[in-house]
């Protein structure tokens, strides 16, 4: 059995064993109609299972979005570096330069892309755990073009130093293997199915692993089967950055290559909430529809149970002429479990409880309750940022090195020669920043109502503060007048400085 097989198969009988079961399951719940997609069979029911309660899907939509927001913000710099080892005093301002002109590049490369259309679709897949995308450039002018990968078609093994081995299958039909691989060189048995059968659907594999024969310089390797044959395109001793499946886990299992998810960890109680739906309609539809008993020169049997709208007869004399059965006293059980599961599963997926009371909540509590929903959400995001954010910007670093890319000709020596390591900074890390800056304004108010305004401004470096502040955010927005410009202001206004 030759390597892509064998690796290809271990990958497989990983996610068999961990997560097609209950990734079908979250996708069946939490995006009802998709849950096919898992199916291996080549007729799938495309119908969407029944199911009682939409609230997974809406806390989901509201969790990926949230996440996709904070980690990759369309409208909010987040490709930013620091770097990530001790600089010289004397390269300082170089390596300042470098980054800056590191981090303009890798923006507009992103921003060219389709990444904040596809990035959307592909975090969906927070919900279960691990969120896939393809990224790649067809043409060297064009922008990079990225594509979700749904997990699905995913396959996935750890090595030994983190996710390593990538597959992702596909079927396409024969007729456009073509133009997908132009410069494959196709097995006699898969020209024939081009040629007598291009309507026929084939599987087409494509797969990553590295290899550690220089242990400080691994290396990958690049390989693709159709229908089992290889057709002549595989690589080997690629960059890392040569790989196009991106991936990162969402609070990763310890040794597992695949991530739990808040629809994976709150499955559980998400099939309670089902149930529990589905025998509140029950209840609903028995006291909306009931059965009922009417007069009958006979016996009333009810052996096989009773369906609502029906009528059943019974002795004479029984009671009432006509009667309901069956009906619920009190549905107020059933919607208040629901409530209360329905809260449950919100705080799993990291969303804010909705403050009971008439009572609005105040602008502080507002910030809180979302800081705290923050740091929930930073902890088991970490990896996910290492393994796809940073993932991401190598991509898109190694794919605009190429010839016709934006930093093709860009000459960046510090970094490039190693002087300079770049470190990306996780947008997580910035949201986190906030509340930093919170506790600073806390104090600075603090410093006012307890000494007075101007104690406080003789003990507290206002300007200086602040600009600490805008740093802390990393804005570039706001903009602050420099000590020449305030003197500048002041003489003209006739203060001391003028006077003199």
């Known amino acids: 059995m030759d390597e892509f097989r064998t690796r290809f198969n271990d990958a497989k009988a990983h996610r068999g064993e961990l997560l097609e079961l209950v990734g079908r399951e979250v996708y069946k719940y939490c995006f009802n109609g998709r849950e096919s997609e898992w199916d291996r069979t080549t007729t799938k029911d495309t119908k969407p299972e029944e199911i009682f309660t939409d609230f997974p899907a809406t806390v989901a939509e509201d969790f990926h979005g949230d996440l996709f927001s904070t980690m990759t913000p369309e409208n909010t710099p987040w490709v930013e570096f620091e770097a990530g080892n001790a600089v010289d005093e004397d390269q300082a301002n170089q390596a300042k330069e470098e980054i800056a002109e590191y981090e303009k590049s890798l923006a507009k490369s992103v921003r060219a892309s389709n990444y904040y259309d596809e990035g959307q679709t592909a975090f969906q897949d927070a919900v279960v755990g691990t969120v896939a995308m393809w990224v790649d450039k067809p043409q060297l002018t064009r922008p990079a073009v990225c594509e979700a990968i749904p997990l699905p078609q995913l396959y996935l093994r750890l090595g030994p130093y983190g996710l390593a081995d990538r597959f992702r299958v596909q079927k396409f039909y024969a007729r456009d293997l073509q133009a997908l691989f132009p410069t494959a060189k196709f097995t006699k048995k898969i020209q024939d199915k081009i040629k007598n059968s291009p309507n026929s659907r084939v599987e087409v594999i494509r797969g990553f692993w590295p290899t550690y024969d220089d242990p400080e310089n691994p290396t990958w ?12 395109i595989d690589e080997e001793g690629l960059q890392a950055g040569a790989v196009a499946i991106v991936c990162g886990r969402f609070n990763p299992i310890a040794g597992s290559a695949w991530g739990r998810g808040p629809g994976f960890r709150m499955l559980p109680t998400i099939r309670v909430l089902n149930a529990v739906s589905e025998m509140t309609l029950e209840g609903m539809d028995r006291n909306l529809d009931p059965a009922y008993v009417y007069p009958h020169d006979g016996i009333l049997d009810l052996s096989d149970g009773i369906e609502n ?57 507002y910030i809180g309750e979302e800081q705290k929903e923050l740091r929930r959400m930073a902890r088991p995001s970490a990896k996910l940022w290492q393994e796809f954010g940073v993932g991401l910007l190598k991509r898109f670093e190694f794919l605009e090195r190429m010839p016709g890319g934006i930093l093709q000709d860009v000459r960046l020596p510090l970094i490039e020669e190693g002087v300079v390591n770049v470190r990306p900074i996780s947008p997580l890390e910035r949201s986190q920043a906030r509340e930093e800056v919170m506790t600073a304004q806390s104090i600075m108010a603090m410093a006012m109502e307890t000494v007075g305004p101007e104690q406080a401004n003789m003990l507290i470096d206002m300007p200086g503060s602040m600009r600490n502040v805008k740093d802390k955010l990393k804005d570039q927005i706001v903009s602050f007048r420099t000590e020449e410009q305030i003197l500048a202001i002041m003489q003209s206004m006739g203060g001391p400085a003028g006077e003199q």
């Open 221 to 232: 390797v690049k390989a693709v089967r159709v229908d089992w044959e290889p057709i002549g």
């Open 309 to 365: 709208g029906i009528g059943y007869p019974s002795m004479p004399g029984s009671g009432d002429a006509i009667r309901p059965i069956g009906t619920v006293d009190s549905l107020e059980y059933g919607l208040f479990s629901e409530e209360a599961l329905e809260t449950k599963i919100r705080e799993g997926f990291y969303r804010q409880t909705p403050q009971r009371g008439k009572t609005p909540p105040s602008a502080s509590q």
